[in-house]
């Protein structure tokens, strides 16, 4: 049971436009989430992160919506610039506190941003 | 700053086997959790570590184990290797400060099982 849900395995964008990129989730009892970019050959690197609380979070280029009634999240990026062609994973915890954090991921989405 | 470093960066095993992967947390991060991420997947969680004892545990079966040390870094270690343990290994450290500290993440271990 897939718990958090990237429905677009892919997406193909062109530079200096909107890149927004979705997830789903099932499990209620999610109350913070976080994307994360992975280039190749490297780890998943923190991008921007919202709690439950919240239904939009913001940080330069990057913003993050919540919508909790429709257990949805998006990505947006703008403007979209080459060096944001990476995979993006949506990650999901029911831990909003202490030392234990279980993130749980989506399969990613593939952005690209043509020149 | 020291990031999250892993050991090896790629490793190629036989069915039946066993195999440690070595990670270094993030310089004064006590927490560390391992994920395995199968290709087309995104990472799963396997388990975490803080204070040398694990704290959380995914869906992942007992000839998965760890071990944490007193200077934070960790091993992974994986018996009777499977085909479909064939995946990246990543390792992930952090503050145990929940939403105000995100894992932070190494390059990972490639381990190929044959």
């Known amino acids: 049971d897939q718990q958090v849900k990237q429905n677009s395995p892919s997406l193909s964008v062109q530079e200096g436009r909107i890149s927004i990129l979705n997830c789903d989730y099932t499990n209620s009892m999610f109350d913070y989430f976080l994307w994360y970019k992975k280039y190749p050959a490297e780890g998943p690197t923190f991008l921007i992160s919202i709690s439950s609380i919240k239904d939009k979070n913001e940080d330069g280029r990057f913003t993050v919506f919540l919508n909790k009634s429709a257990k949805h999240l998006s990505l947006h990026i703008v403007p979209s610039q080459p060096g944001d062609s990476a995979v993006y994973f949506c990650?999901?915890?029911?831990?909003?506190?202490?030392?234990?954090?279980?993130?749980?991921f989506g399969k990613g989405t593939l952005l690209t941003v043509n020149p | 700053e020291t990031g999250v470093t892993q050991s090896p960066t790629h490793l190629i095993k036989t069915r039946g086997q066993q195999v440690t992967l070595r990670c270094s947390s993030q310089?004064?991060?006590?927490?560390v959790s391992w994920y395995q991420q199968a290709l087309g997947q995104g990472p799963q969680f396997i388990f975490q570590?803080?204070?040398?004892?694990?704290?959380g545990r995914g869906n992942f079966p007992p000839r998965f184990s760890g071990l944490q040390f007193p200077n934070y870094s960790s091993e992974l270690n994986v018996n009777a290797l499977e085909l479909d343990d064939s995946a990246l290994y990543l390792c992930?450290?952090?503050?145990?400060?929940?939403?105000?500290?995100?894992?932070?993440f190494g390059n990972g271990t490639r381990l190929t099982v044959t």
């Open positions: 570590y803080y204070r040398e004892e694990e704290n």
């Open positions: 990650a999901a915890s029911k831990d909003s506190g202490g030392s234990n954090y279980k993130l749980t």
């Open positions: 310089s004064g991060h006590n927490t």
């Open positions: 992930a450290s952090s503050f145990p400060g929940g939403m105000g500290s995100p894992l932070h």
